[in-house]
């Protein structure tokens, strides 16, 4: 589902999680122009705007959070809304980092910070393609 945002322009919800504000808006407005997005500053936040103001096609989530990191937060979301796509985003390239995201939480992917701008495009667009899909093939 699309909704209505900035002169009438139909685009798609994205949900971008980080516990650094500065950086959370900063990636807000970089993505104003492509995708109609809510921001939330922590895990819990994030989990509390999926059930008030969702569905979310994609959810962009930090890594290293306080209280509730990005892995915890994306196997929530998993468990309850299994179609939505989540991206975790890091500064971490180790090994356990990959691990965790993609064999604990079930990350459908792992971006590396700093990310460009048109590199987030395009993996945003892709996890929408990638929900869409989904979306078909289990009707």
């Known amino acids: 589902m699309s909704f209505w945002r900035k002169?009438?322009?139909?685009?798609?919800?994205?949900?971008?999680?980080?516990?650094?504000v500065m950086?959370?808006?900063?990636?807000?407005?970089?993505?104003?122009?492509?995708?109609?997005?809510?921001?939330?500053?922590?895990?819990?936040?994030?989990?509390?705007?999926?059930?008030?103001?969702?569905?979310f096609k994609v959810v962009v989530s930090d890594l290293k959070m306080p209280r509730m990191n990005g892995i915890e937060l994306v196997k929530r979301i998993k468990e309850k809304y299994?179609?939505?796509?989540?991206?975790?985003?890091?500064?971490?390239?180790?090994?356990?980092?990959?691990?965790?995201?993609?064999?604990?939480?079930?990350?459908?992917?792992?971006?590396?910070?700093?990310?460009p701008r048109a590199e987030l495009v395009q993996a945003i667009q892709e996890a929408i393609q990638q929900f869409d899909t989904s979306l078909v093939s289990n009707a």
């Open 82 to 115: 299994p179609r939505v796509v989540c991206m975790i985003l890091t500064g971490n390239q180790d090994e356990d980092s990959i691990s965790l995201a993609q064999n604990v939480a079930k990350a459908d992917r792992l971006l590396h910070k700093p990310i």
């Open 7 to 20: 002169g009438h322009v139909m685009r798609e919800r994205v949900l971008l999680v980080d516990d650094d």
């Open 23 to 55: 950086l959370l808006r900063s990636l807000g407005r970089s993505l104003d122009e492509d995708f109609d997005f809510e921001l939330a500053e922590s895990g819990a936040i994030a989990l509390e705007k999926i059930e008030a103001v969702g569905p």
